[in-house]
Structures are given as C-alpha cells and as structure tokens.
C-alpha cells in the first residue's frame, strides 16, 4: 500500500487548524494492529484549542496499539475513549469545538499475504472516499450518524470493509472536496497511483487551490503480481533410467579404463 500526503494554504487562516498524522507499528506486538491515519480539521478555533488534534492523536493511537484486543475492538474501545474525552472536556467549560471539529480515522490492516482490511471513522464535514474499477463511493456516509453537538457521540459509527488491489481511499477536508467535487476530478483523482502522477495532477490546478485551505491523503492498494515458481533447471541422461542400459554402460566404461591402463604401462 502507498500513501500520499498533501497540504493546501494550511496557514491561510489564524482561527483553522489542520492535521495529517500517521502510526505504523513498531513492534511486533502492534504489528497485527496494521497502520493508523489521522486527518483533522479545527475551525473557528481559539488559540487554546491550537492542540486539540494533536491530543486527540495521541489518545487514539494510546488507546488503540496499548488494547489487548483484536484489532476492530480496540479500535471501538479506543473511540468511546476519544468520546469520553471530548465529553470532559465540555464539562471543564472547553466548548469552543462543537461544531468545528472535523476528523478522519483510518486503519488498515493486512490478513494474510494479499488481503487489506479497512475501518473508518469520521466526524464533521470530512469526506472518505473510496474509487474502485472507475467508480466513486462515499465510504463515510455510514459514518455520518455522529454529533457534533453531542461530545459523547462524536465517533459513533465504524465503516468496516475488504480493499482489492488498485483501489483507492481518499480522506480529505471540505473546501479540498468541493474544489475537486466541482471539477469532476475525483476519479481522476482515484486512479493515480505514483507520486510523479499526483504531482502533475495537482501542479495543474495550483491556481484553483491557492484559494481554499485543507489537507488531503490517498492510499493506494498496490496490484500484487503473480509469483511464478519456474522450474529448477536439470541435466536428464535417459539412458540411466533404465537399469539394463544402465548397467552396460558402466561395464562398457569399465573395460574402455581397463584398455587404457594396459596400454599405458605395457
């Protein structure tokens, strides 16, 4: 699987903050737990709240790789945790995020050799795309029953599902969608798969995003090849297969060593 990472004007606006965070595993107790993302969005914020993803970052990634759990319950078990926090932090008087936080969880994990196995969960305006065979998804609709008024049910739904290769998942922010929503280049969007590719493709429209602010990632399931076992290559004398033919031959050489030898000494 690649990843791609991209940031638009995240400065633009003193009161917008953004965050693309990313967890592979680093040992191998955490490896089966597969990879965690992170693409958050803080508007209309004050200064104190500057942090707020990144704390939510670290309670995520905390809860999640330090659960003893298989891997899709401890990534339920570590959203309530993100939902309790965000309760508390509303009844401590912290409520300048309501209504303002737009957030993005992904994990993938790998089952096997080939299979990738996907979880989602999503807050706010933020969109989780997923391009197959030429055709778009919205993959966080059945994300979107969470509240952004209510802080214990922020991450409310999990989207589970099986990636084939080639697919692509995209994560992104609201003005990065409606910019490329309105192009029609979603698709185009979904069918790269090389950096020189993603590159050429938002080199074209710098003018058209140097007006809105967002990040944006895209993970790309990489076509396996086929693994061809060639046979090892061997050296077959027919004739000794046959025990008769085999046996005469080895007389035959024999006599031919008895020949020579009297030749040489007498």
């Not at 932090?89 to 992904?106: F, I, P, T």
Request: glycine letters at 8%.
């Amino acid at each position: 699987m690649k990843i791609f990472e991209f940031s638009f004007n995240p400065k633009k606006r003193k009161d917008r903050f953004f965050e693309i965070y990313s967890y592979e595993p680093r040992s191998p107790k955490e490896k089966p737990k597969g990879t965690l993302y992170m693409v958050g969005e803080l508007d209309n914020a004050l200064e104190f709240n500057s942090r707020l993803l990144k704390r939510l970052r670290a309670l995520i990634q905390q809860e999640y790789y330090g659960s003893s759990l298989k891997a899709g319950a401890a990534f339920k078990v570590a959203l309530k945790r993100v939902n309790g926090f965000l309760e508390q932090e509303s009844k401590n008087g912290n409520v300048d995020w309501l209504g303002n936080l737009h957030v993005a969880l992904l994990l993938f994990l790998t089952v096997g050799e080939k299979k990738t196995v996907f979880h989602a969960a999503k807050t706010g305006s933020m969109k989780i795309l997923l391009v197959r065979q030429g055709m778009l998804t919205d993959a966080g609709k059945r994300g979107e029953t969470g509240s952004l008024r209510q802080p214990g049910k922020v991450f409310s739904n999990l989207v589970s599902g099986t990636l084939l290769p080639e697919d692509s998942v995209i994560a992104t922010t609201r003005e990065i969608f409606e910019v490329l929503s309105r192009e029609k280049s979603l698709l185009e969007l979904g069918a790269l798969g090389e950096a020189r590719q993603f590159r050429e493709f938002f080199s074209k429209r710098v003018r058209m995003l140097s007006q809105n602010s967002g990040v944006l990632i895209a993970a790309v399931i990489e076509q396996e090849q086929a693994k061809r076992s060639l046979p090892k290559p061997r050296i077959m004398f027919p004739l000794l297969h046959y025990p008769f033919l085999a046996k005469r031959l080895l007389l035959i050489l024999f006599f031919l060593g008895v020949l020579l030898l009297g030749y040489l000494f007498f």
